[in-house]
T-cell receptor, first 113, second 116 residues
Framework: GNSVTQMEGPVTLSEEAFLTINCTYT??????LFWYVQYPGEGLQLLLK?????DKGSNKGFEATYRKETTSFHLEKGSVQVSDSAVYFC????????????FGTGTQLKVEL | EAGVAQSPRYKIIEKRQSVAFWCNPI?????LYWYQQILGQGPKLLIQ????????DSQLPKDRFSAERLKGVDSTLKIQPAKLEDSAVYLC??????????????FGPGTRLTVL
């Protein structure tokens, strides 16, 4: 089956620190990969995506590269802000799988001044 | 453009009671999804509608859960009777099969259910 594994949180960083949240996946077919973000009290929002190997998705200073050889899609940001505090979910959709998202368990990020 | 609307935002019930959640997707979105998010886990798809037809309900516990989307717009998810393990956030999402956001899922704020 399809599955997504994320590093456990919470991850606590100081403002302007470098962020990496690891994500690896297994898929029965060729997946598209996503990062969603959930701010406190809000719904899930798409942060970035990549649809084929070696694609880099980027948005709001975050980026992730689709690595087929290591089945990974790690999220990175060079300098985090307090406003980045949220829960981050890695997810995949397998082509031909009816647009069904398979999510990881989420990683909580806390950024402190 | 209005987002996905859900109500209620919070619900507390006793076990064995029934409960219903409502979702209004983004206007024009043909596909609607219900996800269950248990604390500490990622969302899990319960059911997916294309217009008013069911595309995938393989993970819906059909002995107690039901969902409908009668006119291909709003949807209702019902639990009857509720169990303690149904405590979760129920997320509704919608997507369009056209345009620049093709197949991108937009999520509502969710309904947090607590079963006592």
């Amino acid at each position: 089956g399809n599955s997504v594994t994320q590093m456990e949180g919470p991850v606590t960083l100081s403002e302007e620190a470098f962020l990496t949240i690891n994500c690896t996946y297994t898929a029965t077919g060729y997946p598209s990969l996503f990062w969603y973000v959930q701010y406190p009290g809000e719904g899930l929002q798409l942060l970035l995506k990549a649809t084929k190997a070696d694609d880099k998705g980027s948005n709001k200073g975050f980026e992730a590269t689709y690595r087929k050889e290591t089945t990974s899609f790690h999220l990175e940001k060079g300098s985090v802000q307090v406003s980045d505090s949220a829960v981050y979910f890695c997810a995949l959709i397998v082509t031909g799988g009816g647009n069904k998202l398979t999510f990881g368990t989420g990683t909580q990020l806390k950024v402190e001044l | 453009e209005a987002g996905v609307a859900q109500s209620p935002r919070y619900k507390i019930i006793e076990k064995r009671q029934s409960v219903a959640f409502w979702c209004n997707p983004i206007s024009g979105h043909a596909t609607l999804y219900w996800y269950q998010q248990i604390l500490g886990q990622g969302p899990k798809l319960l059911i997916q509608f294309q217009n008013n037809g069911v595309v995938d309900d393989s993970q819906l516990p059909k002995d107690r859960f039901s969902a409908e989307r009668l006119k291909g717009v709003d949807s209702t998810l019902k639990i009857q009777p509720a169990k303690l393990e149904d405590s979760a956030v129920y997320l509704c999402a919608s997507s369009s099969r056209a345009g620049p956001s093709y197949n991108e899922q937009f999520f509502g704020p969710g309904t947090r259910l607590t079963v006592l």
